[in-house]
């Protein structure tokens, strides 16, 4: 059981890209543990699929949209995100799930696999964006 749950933790790397004033871990928090998760897609085309779980700890609702992100799988090429903008609202305190699908990868890995991806969060400064990375150790099926 215990190597089973292995797969399912990302390894998180943060870097937020908002204004300078901004230094500050952001209010929208793309989660490092387990309720990140990555699976490879094994019927029809080759791809793989990403449930992002985000957090917000700020004191109002925000709303994160997922806008871009590149998969690359131990041993492949790079795939990129479905087309698409994903999102979801979180109130105060809250978690919530995107779910980003890859177009067609060329393989399927089950190695390691890393992420980037780059998410946007609306406040009453503006739109602010942030990198956020990650990787697991192994991807299995979906």
Same mark, same amino acid.
């Given at each position: 059981m215990a190597r089973g749950a292995a797969w399912a933790t990302p390894t998180l790397v943060l870097a937020a890209t908002a204004k300078p004033a901004a230094a500050s871990t952001p209010p929208v928090v793309f989660? =490092?543990?387990n309720s990140s998760v990555v699976c490879? @897609? #094994? +019927? !029809?085309? +080759?791809k793989y699929r990403f449930t992002l =779980?985000? #957090?917000n700890t700020g004191t109002v609702a925000y709303t994160v949209c997922v806008g871009g992100a590149t998969a690359t799988p131990n041993g492949c090429p790079a795939v990129s995100a479905a087309p698409g903008t994903y999102c979801c609202t979180i109130a105060p !305190? +809250? #978690?919530c799930k995107i779910t980003v699908t890859t177009v067609k990868a060329t393989c399927a890995a089950q190695g390691a696999m890393y992420l980037a991806l780059t998410y946007t969060y609306t406040d009453a400064t503006g739109t602010h964006t942030v990198s956020a990375a990650a990787s697991w150790?192994? @991807?299995n099926p979906c």
């Open positions: 989660n =490092s543990d490879k @897609v #094994t +019927k !029809g085309e +080759k =779980s985000f #957090t !305190g +809250k #978690t150790p192994a @991807v």
